[in-house]
């Protein structure tokens, strides 16, 4: 039976034992994800408190990261999601996504609106993928895909 965790520190102060515990053993989050057998966004979301696993993955990470069974309990949960508390981000990679949606949200909701009608683009059926690429003109560039369900606004 699903449970549900209307307090977040817990999945807090697990997500600190987890990166804690992957750090020391030197782990990828592809890694983790690998023995998961689930997409390296969704695990590393859901180790770092924003989604449960289910129980064959839960188990999976924790005999990797070395977790007791508290915490296989405990990732299996549904969190409590939101890992940005109020206010502008300080985090200077978080604050650039902040800032990418002050500079193109409303470019982003006219174009979905225009593509699609009035609705919304899912991050529960959602899909995530960070890729490495080579930049023509030097260096690197991250390209980031989200990959969310369309679900429109509905008249009652």
Excluded: C
């Amino acid at each position: 039976m699903p449970h549900a965790q209307f307090d977040p520190t817990a999945r807090e102060a697990l997500a600190v034992t987890v990166v804690d515990a992957k750090t020391r053993k030197d782990l990828s989050w592809q890694q983790l994800a690998d023995a998961a057998g689930l997409s390296v966004a969704f695990v590393t979301a859901a180790l770092l408190g924003q989604h449960p696993l289910p129980d064959s993955a839960a188990k999976a990470v924790a005999a990797l990261l070395d977790l007791d069974e508290d915490a296989v309990l405990l990732l299996q949960t549904i969190p409590t999601r939101g890992s940005v508390r109020g206010g502008i981000p300080t985090d200077p990679t978080i604050y650039r996504f902040h800032e990418m949606l002050q500079v193109y949200g409303t470019t982003l909701k006219a174009l979905v609106h225009e593509q699609f009608g009035d609705g919304i683009i899912s991050a529960i059926n959602f899909k995530l993928d960070v890729r490495k690429v080579a930049d023509p003109e030097g260096g690197e560039r991250a390209v980031i895909t989200l990959d969310g369900k369309y679900l429109p606004t509905r008249p009652f």
